[in-house]
Each structure stands twice: as structure tokens, then as C-alpha cells.
């Protein structure tokens, strides 16, 4: 699923392309997309995007008042609207020329774009694809303000919280750091890949319970969130340049732990291990972070019971 530094890379392309520019219309293929009815999507049409936000993982796209609707849009002429979409696990925009087909069997929408400052010059097409069989990526138009506060999830923004917040929302609940660190109620935008990374730069165990964590321990969390977050939106945005973000992807090069399970730490060389648990998993550098102690993995921990190996040593011993 793409993460805060993901949503904020396509976030500044989109700015550069669709701020001050008119929505001239919408194709919507894939049925399961559009998730409201009232106000049409149709009463975007014609309408000038004057910002494009960061929601936690979703992009909001904002139609002031005061722009024509379009075809059955003059009872919201008056309102604010806003376009709130969520790419969830596989949704992914590309940029295209005007007018550009919806991609065969992944593609769900196509955006079509007037030039900035420039309504009756078309400047490009936003498609939007979702790859698999289920198609979970959600768009919703909602009126003002208090409709979008209904998709905030009310987490504190990670990049800009000083340590006392980021303290408080961290350690709200006991729970594993894992979860509290990817729960969109305490902390906007961390999922699964940025999560392991945070944990890896902070040398802490994804099972530590946020109730056990000393000052130093949060000082630290804290500074590694800002550090990953911040140099990775640096990263990217500079890949992508003046272009649009073509491969976002939760398994980079670059990663220090995510998706490399068995390669070496970066930092200490140990093999990277994993916990895994439904569709996820979890990976994280023994030596690193839990001391040199392997975390039971539920699949074969549970199999393997007391011939699971407890360190990196009985694992290699094995």
C-alpha cells in the first residue's frame, strides 16, 4: 500500500499538474470504485482543483465554491467539494496525454485535466489501475469540510509532531510497537514498509510494547520516524523530479530490512528475519534489534513448537 512518503511524492506531481486546472470529465470503469452518490461526481466537472492534500494514505483533491458544476452540478455550485481517493494495496495513478484510453483489464478511472489557469486547453488524463481481483481502491466526493473530517482517521502527522505528541499517541494503548506505529488512529500515513524501517533505525523490536518504553527509547522512535519519513519523501521526490512517480512500490532499493528477509543487515550483517501473519509480514535484524533472539514466527512457530529456534545462533546451528 502506498505510504506517507508514496502519497506525498505522487502528491507533488499531481500539484504540478492539476492545481488551477479545470476536471473536464470523469470514466469511471471499475463499478466498485465510486463510493458515494450525493454529490455526483459529475458535479466536479468544470470545477477548478485548487489543492491537492495528504489525508493519512489517501489524496484529497479540493473543488472550492464559486467554479460552475457541471451537468446536474448547480445545486452544489455554492459548496466546497472535495475528492477524497484511496489507492488501499493496489492502486496506482500514471499521468497520460489527454484523452487516453482506460487501461484493458486493471484500469479503473481516467481523469481528464484542462491545462492550469487554461479551461479550454485540455492538459492531460490521470489514470488510476488497481492490479488483482479485488479491487479495494474507494473514491468518495463529499461536501466542506466536515464531510472530509469523516475520512481522517485522526492520527497526528508524524513528520511535523514534536516528542510530547508523538509520545502521547504512541503510548495511548499498550500495544506492539508494530501496531501502534501503523494504526491510522495514533500515527497518519505509517503502514507495513516504512513501519520495519523505523523500527530497524530506532533498534527496536516490532514486539516491544509501547507501555515498556523508556524516555530514551521514545526520544529515539521519534527522531527515527522523522529520519526515515523525511529522507525517504527527499528520495523520492528527487527520483521523480519533473516526471510522475512510475514505480511506487513497497519493496525499494534502499530498504534496510523490508522485503530483504535472509540478506544481510546493511548495519551489523545479520540475516534479516520475518514474522508472518495473514497477507503481511513483519521484518526486522536480529542483531539490531531484539538482541540476537529470533521472534516466533506464528506459521512455523506454532508447526515447529519447541524446535523453533529461539536465536541466530540455533538458527544457523539448525
Not at 229 to 251: H, I, N, S, Y
Amino acid at each position: 500500500m502506498p505510504e506517507l512518503p508514496d502519497i506525498e511524492d505522487y502528491r507533488a506531481a499531481l500539484r504540478m499538474r492539476v492545481v488551477g486546472a479545470r476536471l473536464l470529465d470523469t470514466r469511471v470503469r471499475g463499478i466498485s470504485l465510486l463510493k458515494t452518490y450525493d454529490p455526483p461526481l459529475e458535479a466536479l466537472h468544470g470545477r477548478e482543483c485548487r489543492e491537492v492534500r495528504r489525508l493519512g494514505k489517501r489524496l484529497v483533491f479540493a473543488f472550492p465554491a464559486g467554479v460552475p458544476g457541471g451537468p446536474g452540478g448547480t445545486a452544489t455550485d455554492g459548496e466546497d467539494l472535495f475528492a477524497v481517493l484511496h489507492l488501499m494495496i493496489a492502486g496506482r495513478l500514471a499521468w497520460a496525454k489527454p484523452g487516453a484510453a482506460v487501461p484493458g483489464r486493471v484500469g479503473l478511472a481516467a481523469f481528464d485535466w484542462s491545462t492550469p489557469d487554461d479551461p479550454e486547453t485540455p492538459g492531460g488524463t490521470l489514470l488510476l489501475r488497481e492490479a488483482g481481483t479485488k479491487k479495494r481502491a474507494s473514491l468518495h466526493v463529499v461536501r466542506g469540510e466536515e464531510g472530509l473530517a469523516d475520512h481522517d482517521r485522526g492520527g497526528i502527522e508524524p513528520l511535523s509532531a514534536d516528542l510530547d505528541d508523538f509520545a502521547a499517541a504512541l503510548t495511548e494503548e499498550n500495544r506492539t510497537l508494530k501496531r501502534a506505529l501503523t494504526d491510522p488512529r495514533r500515527l497518519s500515513g505509517i503502514g507495513n514498509a516504512f513501519s520495519d524501517e523505523i523500527l530497524h533505525a530506532a533498534g527496536l523490536s516490532p514486539v516491544q510494547r509501547t507501555a515498556h518504553l523508556d524516555a530514551g527509547q521514545l526520544a529515539r522512535l521519534h527522531a527515527a520516524t522523522q529520519q526515515v519519513l523525511g529522507d525517504w519523501v527527499a528520495r523520492l521526490r528527487e527520483a521523480t523530479g519533473d516526471g510522475f512517480p512510475e514505480k511506487v512500490t513497497a519493496f525499494r532499493e534502499g530498504f534496510a530490512v523490508h522485503g530483504r528477509y535472509g540478506e544481510p543487515c546493511p548495519v551489523c550483517g545479520t540475516a534479516v528475519q520475518r514474522i508472518r501473519y495473514a497477507d503481511n509480514e513483519t521484518n526486522y535484524c536480529p542483531g539490531c534489534q531484539t538482541g540476537g533472539r529470533l521472534l516466533a514466527d506464528r506459521s512455523l512457530s506454532r508447526l515447529l513448537k519447541d524446535d523453533w529456534p529461539r536465536t541466530v545462533d540455533e538458527l544457523e546451528g539448525a
